[in-house]
């Protein structure tokens, strides 16, 4: 009988050993389900939130999934929201920066710092009255934060906000880039190009009112909103026409420019029409590269290229009022303009439901 019991015990040990071993090795498989990297496998889809009614969202996608974890944020940081109080705040725009994601506010909005891992909160700045637009990384810590009344330096460590620039006017600031010692800068009388090292004048161009992307070739990339045009390193122009302008939605919101990190290619959006641009080939604007099919829909916000899988992400609704809960993410081959992923959420398009109503206007990316 003693005999028995042991054979027992030395079975049932082998197959826990063997279930404990088979679970360590599937987690490893599966890096996404380690705690310390919940959010690491996708993308993050930045929603506006609906004015006085429910604050910004951030959605994530899990790449090879069907739908989207829904105002993950919230769910990290319980009793914590991306507005002020009121929520009359609306979050436009966001940048991951050494592993944070950078979340702005216009209209008296909270600037939030959280880990782009587990979107567990890291820092945030409250000013009573405020109008940010975007935040850039210059080096380090140094970053700048542009506002509707000009630049500010800013501790990207604490979010502690310096002074201003003096050498760029007081005005209305939207979009900016930072590559090799310049940093571009949109304001509303066109962009200014500073030195990174001292913030010192460099070079401007009145004519530009949309920016910026980057080419592989080191070209960045504005527009007139007729024409596209590359600004190369050593600050010379050149320009393509457009078949179809390149819109706006303002200084306060995210360009609509965006540029693959695989090929010297610009992409921008018309309506349900996507342009790719093939620096120095002008045949390539001929046609859409992609015609979106859903109907009824809109493009909201800006689209924007995945370096981590060469994909073109579309951030849509149905329209506006009861429509605007219907949310589309669609996801594109950036090189051949192929339909990869397409998914639908949010309400039925009938019943006005402010907690399915994101206004997703901008998708950014580890």
């Keep these: 009988m003693k005999q028995f019991n042991i054979k027992k015990l030395l079975f049932a040990a082998l197959i826990l050993t063997t279930s404990l071993y088979s679970c360590k090795k599937d987690n490893a498989d599966r890096p996404e389900l380690e705690p310390g990297n919940k959010y690491d496998n996708g993308f993050f889809v930045i929603g506006e939130g609906s004015y006085a009614r429910n604050a910004g969202a951030i959605n994530f996608y899990r790449y090879g999934d069907d739908t989207l974890s829904i105002r993950a944020y919230e769910k990290e940081n319980p009793g914590k929201i991306l507005a002020n109080s009121s929520q009359s705040s609306t979050l436009q725009f966001a940048s991951v920066i050494n592993g944070s994601i950078y979340l702005i506010s216009k209209m008296n909005?909270?600037?939030v710092k959280v880990s782009s891992s587990t979107l567990k909160e890291e820092a945030r700045y409250v000013q009573e009255t405020s109008n940010w637009r975007?935040?850039?990384?210059?080096?380090?810590n140094r970053g700048l934060l542009s506002a509707n009344d000009g630049v500010y330096q800013i501790d990207l460590n604490n979010l502690a906000i310096q002074n201003k620039l003096t050498n760029v006017s007081a005005l209305n600031t939207g979009d900016m880039?930072?590559?090799?010692?310049?940093v571009y800068i949109l304001q509303s009388n066109g962009v200014k190009i500073l030195s990174a090292s001292n913030y010192s004048f460099v070079k401007s161009f009145s004519?530009?009112?949309?920016?910026?992307?980057?080419?592989?070739?080191g070209k960045v990339w504005a527009s007139t909103g007729s024409r596209l045009i590359a600004i190369d390193n050593k600050l010379d122009t050149a320009g393509v026409a457009l078949p179809v302008s390149l819109g706006s939605s303002g200084l306060d919101a995210p360009t609509r420019i965006t540029a693959s990190t695989k090929e010297n290619a610009?992409?921008?959006?018309s309506g349900k029409s996507i342009y790719k641009y093939v620096d120095g080939n002008a045949?390539?604007?001929a046609k859409p590269f992609i015609t979106i099919t859903e109907d009824p829909f809109?493009?909201?916000g800006a689209i924007r290229y995945d370096r981590n899988k060469d994909y073109i992400v579309?951030?849509?609704?149905?329209?506006?009022g009861a429509a605007s809960t219907v949310n589309y993410l669609l996801i594109y081959n950036a090189s051949t303009g192929a339909l990869v992923k397409r998914i639908k959420y949010g309400g039925d398009g009938v019943t006005v439901d402010f907690s399915k109503i994101f206004f997703p206007d901008l998708t950014v990316f580890h």
Excluded at 209 to 215: D, K, P, V, Y
Excluded at 314 to 320: A, K, P
Aim: proline share 5%; no cysteine.
């Design 314 to 320: 579309v951030n849509g609704i149905q329209g506006y």
């Design 109 to 111: 909005g909270p600037i």
């Design 266 to 269: 610009v992409f921008y959006h």
């Design 207 to 217: 004519n530009l009112s949309r920016g910026f992307a980057e080419t592989p070739n």
């Design 134 to 140: 975007s935040i850039v990384q210059v080096d380090g």
């Design 298 to 300: 809109m493009i909201y």
């Design 283 to 285: 045949s390539t604007l």
């Design 177 to 182: 880039w930072k590559t090799g010692d310049y």
